[in-house]
């Protein structure tokens, strides 16, 4: 049986872009584990489930969800994860990722080892900052001149303000586009698409909550699985 891992923010995921590959992948048999940094359960980013934001219909799924899955609802901690165990690991987005997630050592040792090993690895939104904190095994940024797309810098300018604040009053520490792009990533956020994934060789990137259904999708076609 095809395995996959899912790492989810502890700071705050978003709903559509951790829930639509879970159930994709799901669906077409795939064995879904969840972890989080500290194997406490993942915390939604409220505004993911809020109606006016995401739409009724979806913000009533991702929180039934979010509530009712015994995999997001007990998950195994990071550090206890092992890349080789899997067949591919998923890092859905969410801003949350920003204060957990991209920079966890466990989590970037996951990635580096699914990427050189025989996995893939699919990287969404906000997570994607994770690619430009984490080397390979030559020390070299594992970003450095792949094809990604990504949390374009356009959209973040209307949710900061000009302090960087979020609407929750956290600062945001980084840009994801800024970041990929330093860690010499070539960026296209294909912002004319309405859906942008990218497939680099066993690296899968997707835009933003728009993109879920195709990042799943993709990551299944990867993987030489039909939906």
């Known amino acids: 049986m095809t395995r996959a891992l ?3 923010s502890e700071e705050g995921y978003w709903g559509e872009e951790c829930i639509e590959p879970l159930e994709t992948l799901t669906d077409a048999g795939v064995d879904v584990t969840v972890a989080t940094p500290t194997g406490g359960p993942p915390r939604i980013d409220e505004r993911s489930a809020d109606p006016e934001q995401v739409g009724e219909e979806t913000a009533e799924h991702v929180m ?4 009712t899955d015994e995999r997001l609802n007990d998950p ?3 550090a206890k994860a092992q890349a080789g165990e899997y067949d591919a690991v998923v890092f859905p987005g969410g ?3 920003e ?7 466990h989590a970037r040792t996951i990635l580096r080892e699914t990427i050189e090993g025989d996995g893939k690895a699919l990287v969404v939104c906000h997570a994607i900052a994770i690619l430009a904190f984490t080397r390979d095994s030559h020390g070299a940024f ?6 990604v797309t ?3 810098n356009e959209w973040e300018e209307g949710i900061v303000d000009d302090e960087d604040l979020m609407p929750d009053g956290r600062k945001l520490p980084y840009w994801v586009e800024d970041e990929v792009i330093a860690a010499g990533g070539n960026w296209d956020a294909e912002l004319d698409s309405e859906t942008s994934v990218t497939v680099d ?3 899968i990137t997707a835009r933003g909550p728009g993109s879920s259904s195709a990042a799943g999708q993709t990551l299944l076609e990867e993987l030489g699985i039909e939906a």
């Not at 039934?64 to 509530?67: G, Q």
């Not at 204060?99 to 050592?105: E, G, L, T, V």
């Open 150 to 152: 990504g949390f374009p």
């Open 201 to 203: 060789g066993d690296l």
């Open 64 to 67: 039934e969800v979010h509530e």
């Open 142 to 147: 594992l970003v450095h001149d792949r094809d």
């Open 76 to 78: 195994i901690p990071l």
């Open 6 to 8: 899912f790492v989810v």
């Open 95 to 97: 801003h949350g990722t």
């Open 99 to 105: 204060w957990d997630i991209n920079q966890d050592r």
